[in-house]
C-alpha cells in the first residue's frame, strides 16, 4: 500500500499534526508512507519514524505528474485548501480523504465532516487525529501530554559548535527569544518589553551568566534590532543567520524559549525547552505547544481571542502584558535549570 499525505503548510501546524502521522504509521507499518510538503515544513518529519520518502512541494514543477508516477493508493490532505485535493485528483489517485472544506468535496472519494465546536477537544493536534478517528483509522483520540521532536545527535553537535562560534559561552544559562510571527504582527508582543526582559534576566540571574540568543527570520531582523538596542548587553543576535532547517538543533542546546505564539515557540516546546508563551490575538486552549514544560502568559481582553493578523485598534492584549509577569514565568523554570559546564 502506497499513501500519501499531504502535510500542513505552517511550522506549528506540522508539528500539532504529528500525532496523527504517527497514528497513520502505527495503522500501516507495512505502508510506504510519503509526505508531501513546502520545504520549509518538510524538514521536520526527517528522522521522526513517520514516513519512507519526503517530496517537497515545488511550485516551479508538474507535481501532479511526480505524484501520478509513483501511483499512490490513498491521499491524505491534512492540509485544508481546495488545491490540496485538486492535486491529488490531478495525479489520479484513486483514494482522497479529508475534510468537506473549501468547496474541494466532489474532488474527495471520503469527505469527512468538519468537527463541530465542542465535539472534540479544543486543540489543534485532535482535528488532525479526528480525522483519522472519522475515516476508521483510529479507535479513539490519544491524550497526548508531549509531541516530542526527534534531534540526531550528530544535529545537536553540530549546532553546538555553531553556537559557541557565535559567541555563547558554554557555561552560560542560554535563553533563546523568538520575537517574530510569521502570522502577523498581531501576535507579536513589543520589542521593547522583550529588552526588558532580557536585561531583568541578566541581571537577576545569580546561578550563572545568561546568554540571551535572538532567533528569526531575516523579515524579522528590524524587530531583533530593536530589542538589541534596549538591552545594557548586546544579545547573539541569530537573525536571518541560520536557515529554518537548523532551528531544532539550535534550539535544543538552549535552555529556556521565550517568545510568541510562533512556529519557533512549537519547535523549542518539541525538543524539550521550557517555554514562556506569550499570547494574545490566539487562544492558547487550540495551538499552546503540546509539552508540561510550557508557561502561558496572557491578559484577557474584551477582543481576544480575535485571530487577526495585525490588530486595528491598540493591540492592548499584548501591551498589557508586562516583563514583570513574563520573567516571573521565566524564573520559575530557570530555578530548576542546572546550566551544565563540561
Known amino acids: ?142 491524550n497526548e501530554s508531549f509531541i516530542h521532536l526527534e534531534v540526531p545527535q550528530e544535529e545537536r553537535n553540530r549546532a553546538e559548535e555553531f553556537l559557541l562560534s557565535a559567541g555563547v559561552k558554554r557555561d552560560a544559562l542560554r535563553v533563546a527569544i523568538g520575537a517574530g510571527a510569521s502570522y502577523g504582527s498581531a501576535k507579536c508582543w513589543p520589542p521593547d518589553r522583550f529588552a526588558e526582559l532580557a536585561n531583568r534576566l541578566q541581571a537577576e540571574d545569580a546561578k550563572a551568566s545568561v546568554d540571551v540568543i535572538l532567533f528569526g527570520t531575516r523579515v524579522e531582523a528590524t524587530v531583533s534590532l530593536a530589542i538589541a538596542a534596549g538591552m545594557r548587553r548586546p544579545p547573539i543576535d541569530l537573525t536571518g543567520k541560520t536557515a529554518i532547517n537548523d532551528l531544532p538543533a539550535l534550539l535544543s542546546q538552549c535552555h529556556l524559549f521565550v517568545g510568541n505564539d510562533s512556529g519557533a515557540m512549537h519547535v523549542a516546546g518539541a525538543v524539550g525547552l521550557p517555554v514562556v508563551a506569550v499570547f494574545g490575538p490566539t487562544d492558547p486552549f487550540g495551538t499552546a505547544p503540546v509539552t508540561p514544560r510550557c508557561s502561558i502568559v496572557q491578559e484577557k481582553t474584551y477582543c481576544s481571542p480575535c485571530f487577526l493578523r495585525r490588530c486595528p485598534t491598540d493591540h492592548r492584549c499584548m501591551t498589557r502584558v508586562t516583563p514583570d509577569a513574563v520573567a516571573a514565568a521565566a524564573k520559575e523554570w530557570i530555578s530548576g535549570i542546572e546550566v551544565r559546564t563540561a
Open 1 to 142: 500500500m502506497k499513501i500519501l499525505v499531504r502535510a500542513t503548510n505552517w511550522v506549528g501546524d506540522a508539528i500539532m499534526a504529528l500525532p496523527a502521522l504517527r497514528a497513520v504509521r502505527a495503522r500501516f507499518p507495512q505502508a510506504e508512507i510519503t509526505i508531501l510538503a513546502r520545504p520549509y515544513v518538510a524538514f521536520l518529519y526527517k528522522n521522526q519514524g513517520v514516513c519512507d520518502i519526503i517530496i517537497d512541494l515545488d511550485d516551479n514543477r508538474d507535481v501532479a505528474s511526480v505524484l501520478r508516477a509513483r501511483k499512490f493508493d490513498t491521499a491524505l490532505l491534512l492540509q485544508n485548501a481546495f488545491g490540496a485535493a485538486w492535486l491529488t485528483w490531478r495525479a489520479g489517485i484513486p483514494e482522497r480523504i479529508g475534510y468537506a472544506r473549501d468547496g474541494r468535496s466532489f474532488l474527495l472519494t471520503k469527505a469527512v465532516r468538519i468537527p463541530k465546536p465542542g465535539e472534540i477537544p479544543a486543540h489543534e493536534q485532535y482535528y488532525y487525529l479526528e480525522l483519522l478517528r472519522r475515516i476508521g483509522w483510529l479507535e479513539s483520540l490519544p
